[in-house]
C-alpha cells in the first residue's frame, strides 16, 4: 500500500513503515486515538540527525496544521558538517 | 409604493463565510495560507460584516428591506461556522500529547530498524553510513519524518 503510494506520489526517499508504532513509541511521539477510526498514530515530527547520529535540529509541531516545510528543512541540513 | 428590496448583503455575507468555512481543505494546501489561515479570516470577517449591514437594513428599515426572517437565520448559521472554524484552528488541531519523553537536539537519535517499501529492514544506522551511489560519500545527514498516516 505505501509503495503504490510512493509511486503514485512519486516520493523518491527512503518510506518505512511503522505498523505496531515502536519506534514511535521509543521515540514518545505516539498520539493515541488520534486516527481517523481513534488508531493510535505519531503526532507530526521531525527530527534532523548528523552523520554521527546526533540530532541536530527537531521540531515536534504544537499545531498538527503546521509542519516543517521544505525550505526550512533545507536551510538546517546546509548547516551539517 | 411600498415595495422590499431584496436584501443582498445578507446572502453576500453568508456565501463568504461558507466559502471561508469550506476552503480550509483547499487552502491548508499551501504553507502561505495554512500556518495562519488568514483567507479564511478575512472571508470571514468580511462575510460577517456584510451580515452586519444586511440585519441593520432588514430591522432598520423594515419598509424597504427583506430579511427579517432569513438575516437572522443566516447570521447564526454564519457565526456557528466561524466559532467552529476557530474551535478547530485554535483549539482542536492543538490538541498534542506533551511527548517529554522525545529525543532532544543535542541527544542521540534512537537507532531503529524498521520494514521500507520492498519490506526490507532498514535500520538508522544503514542510512547514515550507506554512501550515495554518485559520489560514494556517506550522506551528511538523515531527515527523520514521522507522519501522520495509515498505510
Same mark, same amino acid.
Do not use: I, N
Given at each position: 500500500m505505501s509503495r503504490d503510494l510512493c509511486r503514485k506520489a512519486g516520493y523518491k526517499f527512503t518510506f518505512l513503515s511503522d505498523p505496531k508504532a515502536e519506534v514511535i513509541r521509543r521515540y514518545d511521539l505516539l498520539h493515541p486515538?488520534?486516527? $481517523?477510526?481513534g488508531q493510535d498514530i505519531a503526532r507530526p515530527a521531525e527530527f534532523l540527525v548528523d552523520s554521527s547520529g546526533v540530532i541536530r535540529w527537531a521540531n515536534l509541531t504544537?499545531?498538527?496544521? $503546521?509542519r516543517t516545510r521544505p525550505d526550512q528543512l533545507i536551510e538546517q541540513a546546509g548547516e551539517l558538517k | 409604493m411600498n415595495q422590499h428590496r431584496w436584501n443582498w448583503h445578507l446572502w453576500v455575507g453568508f456565501a463568504l463565510c461558507l466559502v471561508g468555512f469550506a476552503s480550509l481543505p483547499v487552502l491548508a494546501r499551501f504553507p502561505a495560507t495554512r500556518d495562519v489561515p488568514w483567507v479564511n479570516f478575512l472571508l470571514f470577517g468580511t462575510g460577517l460584516a456584510f451580515l452586519f449591514v444586511g440585519l441593520r437594513r432588514a430591522f432598520g428599515q423594515p419598509q424597504q428591506y427583506r430579511g427579517k426572517i432569513a438575516g437572522p437565520i443566516l447570521g447564526t448559521v454564519s457565526v456557528l461556522a466561524a466559532a467552529l472554524f476557530c474551535f478547530v484552528v485554535f483549539y482542536e488541531t492543538r490538541q498534542?500529547?506533551?511527548?517529554?519523553g522525545a529525543p532532544k537536539v543535542g541527544e542521540r537519535a534512537p537507532d531503529f530498524v524498521l520494514p521500507d517499501t520492498s519490506n526490507r529492514p532498514v535500520s538508522l544506522s544503514s542510512l547514515l553510513s550507506t554512501p550515495f551511489v554518485n559520489t560514494q560519500m556517506p550522506p551528511k545527514g538523515v531527515v527523520l519524518v514521522f507522519y501522520r498516516g495509515y498505510w
Open positions: 486515538g488520534a486516527g $481517523v477510526k504544537e499545531d498538527y496544521r $503546521v | 498534542l500529547p506533551a511527548s517529554t
